[in-house]
């Protein structure tokens, strides 16, 4: 029922977008109809992000080398075809509007402006480097090596960067992640992610 | 050409050069150490750390990771490939070059064969990290090659000779340098047992590298199956682009490297490429025993009325003042070729005269041979030059140093063979076989042809001295402060060369053994030109060894004639052996730490009497 439904929303809502397989309905239900996230629970947004990092989240979390109850479960289910099908749907969606990010957030502007300069400089005080330097230009992502950041959820963001710091996430190439996350404060992930929340994610700078 | 004068720029002096004034005294200290680079920062760490008053002086400006090497700009390839902005000021400070010395030095005012670095951190923030360390041979040279062929093997012009200090003395410097940079390698000797997959080759080590080795790219490991094929010994190219996170001894973390390819000429981004900016800057500089000066040009040691003891240094800062530093002791921790006029400046130990063969400061300079192997491969065969690190390369060296036989080849020494590919960035590299157009729709056809489907090779090679080529203060052009230039003579050794003839087949022998379509070597061809990138392997000109008439510095690197001046850098070399030359460095830096701790400081003097 929730499946047929679903299909229906979205392809009401745009008739020339590609029609999602029907495997997407499972995402749907959480990841949002246009695969934009969902703010309750830290869901995060699929749509647009390239195809390759999809597909090799799904593949970790299948293998449990990135470990989530729920996701592992979803994932397991997917064959290599089915997989690389809904990463290259969602990577084909266009990146909606970002969700009421601020306001969920509730950053400050010295909060944001925190989490740009760690984005665009890092601090050398604490040996971190930009952000994007590896998921370039205002996180726009680099599609073989690093998922794009700007518009993502900040509760997702924040979520992962704790995971990151505390060793519940290590998928990553050359431990980078767990390495930089553990060099971040509280009040530094609550400033990077809003940063990143509040950028359009629409409109990327060129790479 | 004019005669190189600066007279707009010399306009800002202090009034002191005129004569008006005395530089202003500045209080003494215990130590001063010119050039804040790799030997400056961690000789000044260990002794503020013994307590010593130490103030290190850096011609070029502060810099740090963040936020000065950061993306997109540390990227900007036409800003720092193709204009060297890391590199010294050629404007306001070059060197003059010529081959012989018949020739008139000019010079080079747009840096290409080698390129000095400037600023904090010095050369190694621009390097590649690659850390090898010498052969036992390579420390008793003239020695060993006697002993092993005779005594008349050794063309008569080549001044070969003992460093006066040996690899066991030094392995435990080599250890602690590669635990500081965390350098990521698999030990191929540890004491005496020879391990699977390292280089069976190399002089025992006490304990494995650090961090494991980095990954291997595709062409690293084409040449892995082929120099197998061959009977030789490929192992991974020991790396300080590290492999995994590391925290090293001074409790600083480092990242692993993320194989962007832009280490060469570049600072690193990530924290993952060691230099003193990862390495040991943050720990010196916490220390308050130590005052680091940015923007100041040291113009000499200073001495005292005998000539034997210096008494500190003269530099002008960036508001053009002369100021006179007071210390006990003095470190010349600069780039080799500045080593060697820091002297020369400072009338410290006796000029070099060609002519005569006397004198020590300037002689046995010496360089490196570099010759390259080119692979070309049809388009099913896929390179990826890109995703590199400096130091991520496959390499053999069973044509290095003196581990083949040299017997009836006319020649001493050897280079590693390696795949080495440092990078793929697209205004530098596109590697084009023999008779492509230089330029047009040739040229662009061949590189997107050949760009994704070659294998380089680097051969990296020795290089002997000889007494033709030496280095002495230019009789005509000046730096912008008024100081004589350096004046570098020097042509390829015919050693060198048929060094670079024998081996360079050896790695045409693998290119094929790999299966590429075609295989073009290229052997180091003199002579020296200035205008075509080799190595920034400048070694010689105040050598160390044991003999006061063939060395300007002792076992310890102090000078024999004023002892309270050290002097640190790869110009102590007295020839170079067939690998990078930062690892010995580092060795030698620690050992000379040593001794000043353990021995110079507790009673200052000759610590070998002259």
Redesign the interface.
Known sequence: MKYVLATLILLGASSARAAPPPEAATCQACHGVHGEGMVDGAKPRLAGQSAHYLDKQLRDFASGARDNAIMGAIAKGLNDQTRSRLAAYYASLPVPAPLDHSAATAATAAQVGRGHQLAIEGAEGKRVQACNNCHGPDGSGVALSAPALAGQLATYLAAQLTLWQQGGRKNDAGNLMSSVASKLDEADIAAVTSYYASLSASTPASH | MDGGTYTSIRKFRHPSAEGVTVAQRLKEVDVVVIGVGMVGSILAKELAAAGYKVVGLERGATR????EF???GIHDELRFDVRKALMQDNTREPVTFRNHSSETGLPIRRWESFLPGTGLGGSMVHWNGQTFRFQANDFELATRTRERYGKGFLDPDLTLQDWGVTYDELEPHYDRFEYLLGTSGKAGNLKGQIQPGGDPHESPRSRDYPTPPQKEHYSGALFRKAATSLGHHPFPQPSSNL???YTNPEG??M????FCGFCERYAC???AKSTPQTFIL?VLLANSNFELRTGCQVQRINLDSSKKRATGVTYIDNAGRELEQPASLVITSLFAINNIRMLLLSGIGKPYDPVTGKGVVGRNYAYQTMSTVASFFDEDVIINPFMASGASGTMINDFAGDNFDHSGLGFVGGAFIGAVNTNGRPIQYHPTPPGTPTWGKGWKDAVVKHYNHTVMFSLHGSSVSQKQNYADLDPTYKDAWGQPLLRITFDFPKNDLKMAEYVTARGVEIGKAMGAKQVVGSPRKGPYTTQQYQTTHNTGGTVMGNDPSTSVVNRYLQSWDVPNVFVIGASAYPQNASWNPTGTLGALTYWVADALKSKYLKSPGHLVSP
């Not at chain 2, 740090?64 to 936020?67: G, K, L």
């Not at chain 2, 990242?255 to 993320?258: A, D, E």
């Open positions: 740090f990771t963040v936020p950061q993306s997109p492999s995994q996170p600083l973390k990242n692993t490297c993320v981004e990530h924290y943050p």
